[in-house]
C-alpha cells in the first residue's frame, strides 16, 4: 500500500499527527477535529511504513463500540493484519484468561449483576444504605487506588458526598470481596487489579505481555483514571512508543474516579513528550463552535477551537414558563424539526435522568418515536439483554425467544450465545464475548427515532439537531458541584452537551421547576453572548411609565454603553435580573464581575462581552 494514500483528506496538522516519528506523543484532539481518523491513520501509516508491527499493536478504548468503529475503520484502510483493539478490561480479560489456561486454571466468571450482590452485603452489614450509592463510593475509592484509611480524606479534599460512612467502606469491601469469592465471580475492576497483582508478581507473564505488546495508542486519555493508568504504564514498562489521544476540555467522569491531568500535565507524566493539537472542528457550525467556547469560560477554560465550516443557523435560547411548558415546547420542536430531518439526526438532552422521563413522556405524547439506550447502540442492547441472563438455563431460553424475533442484530448475538453455550466451556457468556470479540464485522442498523439522553451519555456522538434542555442554576452547574474543580468539570460537560450539535442548536430552561422557581443558569449569559452578531436588529420596545426612578437606571446606561463598544445588543451584556443583582450587591473586582456575567477575566477587565445569541421568548 502506498503509504501517502493514507494521508489523503487530512489536513496539515492532521497529516503531521499521523506521520511523526516523535515518541511519546499526545494529541490534543477539540471536539469534531476528525481525532479517530488521525488516530486510525496513524496505526496504519506506522504499520505500512514499518516503524511498526499489527501483531505488537494495542489501542485502548472506553467501550465496546468504540473498539469495534476503530477496527472497522482500519479494515476499510486494507490493513492485512487486524491489531489488538478493545476497552482496558477486555484485554485485562484476555490477558488473564490466557494466563489461566498455561496454568491450567480456571477464570471466575464476570458478575452479571453488582448491585444485587452489594444489597447481600448491606443486608448482612445491617446498613440501610442503597446498594448502587455503596457501589458508586467503592467503585470510586478503587479507581483512585485509594487505601480505605485515606478515603475519607480524599472525598474531604475533593468536596465529594460520600453515601458510605468512611469509617464503613473497608469493611463493605471486604464484605464484597468474601461473597464473590463465594459465588465463583468477579467484577471488571477485578481484572484490572488481578493484572497489576500478576505483571508485579508473575515475571514470565509479565515479561510475554511486555514482548506481545509494544506500540501503545490510549483514545480518551482524559477519561483514564489512576487505576487504568497503573495498569497502562505497567504493561508499558517505561517505553516510549505510545500515543495519546484526547481532549481535556471533555474530561467529564471526575465524579467516577477519572483524572483529567494524565492528560493536561502530561509533560510531567511523559518527559520529553511531543504535543500536538488539532483545533479545528469539521462537524460543528462557528456558531456551536463559539457557543461551546463560551460555555468552557463559564469554567475558568479557555478554548482556541475554530470552525471550518461556514456561517449556520443562530443559536436559540427559548425559555418557559414550567417544565412540562418547556417539555410539550420540545416535542413540539421535534415534532416540526421530522419535516426536514430524519429523526436519527435528532437529539434531546438533559442533565440529569430524571428530566429525561419528562421530556419522553412529552415526546410520546407528540407520537415522536425515542431511543433512551444510554447511548448504547443496538448491539450493545441486545448484548445486555443476554448478560442479563442468570445461568445457562435463562440464557438458553433467552436465545430460544431471540431466535423467533426479527431483529438481526438480536439473532446474531443469540446465534454466539448458543455456541458459546454448546461448547461447555467455563465461564460466562460475557467473558466469551470479550475473549473473542465477534461482533466486530457486524454492520449495525441505523434506528429513526429522536435520541433522549443525559449530557454524559451523549459523549462521542453527534446529531444534526440537538436541543439542550433544563439550562438552570441547580442543574447547569449541578448542585453538587461545590468545588472549584467539579464546577469546572460541569463547564465542560455543558460544552460536551452543546457540541454534539453539528448546525441547529436550541438551548433551553424553565422559570419552575418542581413547584420551585429557577433562574437560568449563570453560564447561559456568556452562551448567549457567543451569538449576538447573528440576531437581527429588535423593534423598539413598548413605553414605559415610571412613576420613580428604577434603581437600576444607571447599570442600565452602564450596559448600554458596554454593548454599543461591543457591537451587541444590550441583553447579550446581561439582564435586567442580573442588573439587579450587581445593584444589591456590587461586584468588587473584575473577577467578581466575571463570575457574576459568567464571562471570562479578560473579556470583564476589557468590558467587552463576546459576541451573542438571540433570545426566542415562548
Avoid at 464476570?110 to 467503585?139: G, K, S
Avoid at 473497608?170 to 487489579?193: H, M, N, P, S, T
Avoid at 505483571?199 to 480518551?220: K, L, Q, T
Avoid at 430552561?509 to 447561559?524: F, G
Amino acid at each position: 500500500m502506498d503509504p501517502q494514500r493514507l494521508l489523503v483528506g487530512l489536513d496539515a496538522d492532521q497529516r503531521t499527527a499521523a506521520t511523526t516519528t516523535a515518541m511519546p506523543l499526545a494529541v490534543i484532539a477539540a471536539a469534531g477535529s476528525g481525532k479517530t481518523t488521525v488516530l486510525t491513520r496513524r496505526i496504519a501509516h506506522r504499520i505500512v511504513t514499518g516503524s511498526a508491527e499489527a501483531k505488537h499493536t494495542l489501542a485502548l478504548t472506553f467501550t465496546r463500540d468504540a473498539a469495534g468503529e476503530l477496527k472497522r475503520r482500519l479494515r476499510r484502510l486494507d490493513l492485512r493484519e487486524p491489531i489488538e483493539a478493545g476497552t482496558f478490561h477486555s484485554v485485562a480479560l484476555h490477558l488473564l484468561r490466557d494466563r489461566a489456561l498455561t496454568r491450567h486454571e480456571t477464570m471466575p466468571q464476570i458478575a452479571t449483576d453488582r448491585v444485587r450482590l452489594l444489597r447481600e452485603c448491606m443486608t448482612e452489614l445491617r446498613l440501610d444504605i442503597q446498594p448502587y450509592l455503596a457501589m458508586t463510593d467503592l467503585d470510586w475509592a478503587r479507581a483512585r487506588l485509594l487505601p480505605a484509611d485515606q478515603y475519607e480524606g480524599a472525598c474531604r479534599r475533593e468536596r465529594r458526598r460520600s453515601a458510605v460512612p468512611a469509617d464503613r467502606l473497608a469493611e463493605i469491601g471486604r464484605a464484597y470481596q468474601r461473597l464473590k469469592r463465594r459465588r465463583g465471580v468477579i467484577d471488571f475492576d477485578d481484572l484490572l487489579e488481578r493484572s497489576l497483582v500478576a505483571m508485579r508478581d508473575d515475571p514470565v507473564f509479565a515479561e510475554v505481555v511486555r514482548w506481545r505488546f509494544r506500540h501503545f495508542y490510549v483514545d480518551e486519555v482524559q477519561d483514564l483514571n489512576p487505576l487504568q493508568h497503573a495498569v497502562l504504564e505497567t504493561w508499558r514498562d517505561g517505553r516510549a512508543d505510545i500515543c495519546l489521544v484526547g481532549d481535556p476540555r471533555q474530561a467529564i467522569y471526575g465524579w467516577n474516579g477519572a483524572d483529567h491531568t494524565t492528560l493536561t500535565n502530561v509533560e510531567d507524566r511523559y518527559p520529553g513528550v511531543t504535543v500536538l493539537a488539532l483545533t479545528t472542528n469539521y462537524r460543528c457550525t462557528p456558531q456551536v463552535v463559539r457557543a461551546g467556547a463560551a460555555a468552557l469560560a463559564g469554567g475558568g477554560l479557555d478554548d482556541d477551537t475554530r470552525s471550518d465550516r461556514p456561517d449556520g443557523l443562530p443559536i436559540v435560547v427559548r425559555e418557559y414558563a414550567t417544565a412540562a411548558d418547556e417539555a410539550a415546547g420540545v416535542a413540539r420542536q421535534v415534532r416540526a424539526a421530522l419535516n426536514h430531518r430524519a429523526g436519527n439526526d435528532i437529539a434531546v438532552l438533559a442533565r440529569t435522568n430524571e428530566q429525561l422521563t419528562e421530556l419522553q413522556q412529552a415526546l410520546a405524547a407528540a407520537g415522536v418515536p425515542t431511543e433512551r439506550a444510554v447511548g448504547r447502540s443496538t448491539l450493545e442492547v441486545a448484548l445486555a439483554e443476554a448478560h442479563r441472563a442468570g445461568g445457562r438455563e435463562q440464557l438458553s431460553n433467552w436465545v430460544d425467544v431471540a431466535f423467533e424475533g426479527t431483529d438481526h442484530v438480536r439473532r446474531r448475538v443469540a446465534e454466539e450465545a448458543d455456541r458459546y453455550l454448546t461448547s461447555g466451556e467455563p465461564g460466562g457468556f460475557r467473558a466469551w464475548v470479550e475473549a473473542r470479540t465477534p461482533f466486530d464485522d457486524l454492520t449495525l442498523p441505523n434506528s429513526d427515532a429522536v435520541a433522549v439522553l443525559t449530557f454524559h451519555a451523549a459523549k462521542g456522538r453527534e446529531w444534526g439537531t440537538v436541543i439542550v434542555t433544563g439550562v438552570e442554576e441547580g442543574l447547569v452547574p449541578h448542585g453538587s458541584a461545590t468545588s472549584a474543580a467539579q464546577r469546572a468539570e460541569e463547564a465542560r460537560l455543558l460544552y460536551v452537551a452543546l457540541t454534539r450539535a453539528e448546525q441547529d442548536l436550541t438551548i433551553t430552561h424553565a422559570r419552575r421547576r418542581k413547584d420551585r422557581a429557577a433562574l437560568p443558569s449563570p453560564w447561559l449569559v456568556a452562551v448567549e453572548a457567543s451569538g449576538a452578531s447573528d440576531v437581527a436588529v429588535a423593534p423598539p420596545p413598548r413605553p414605559v411609565v415610571r412613576t420613580a426612578a428604577d434603581p437600576i437606571d444607571e447599570l442600565r446606561t452602564w450596559r448600554a454603553a458596554v454593548a454599543r463598544v461591543g457591537g451587541v445588543p444590550e441583553l447579550a451584556v446581561c439582564n435586567d435580573r442580573v442588573l439587579r443583582s450587581l445593584h444589591a450587591d456590587p461586584p468588587a473586582d473584575a473577577e467578581a464581575l466575571a463570575g457574576r456575567l459568567g464571562i471570562s477575566l479578560s473579556a470583564a477587565r476589557r468590558l467587552r462581552p463576546l459576541p451573542g445569541a438571540r433570545r426566542v421568548a415562548s
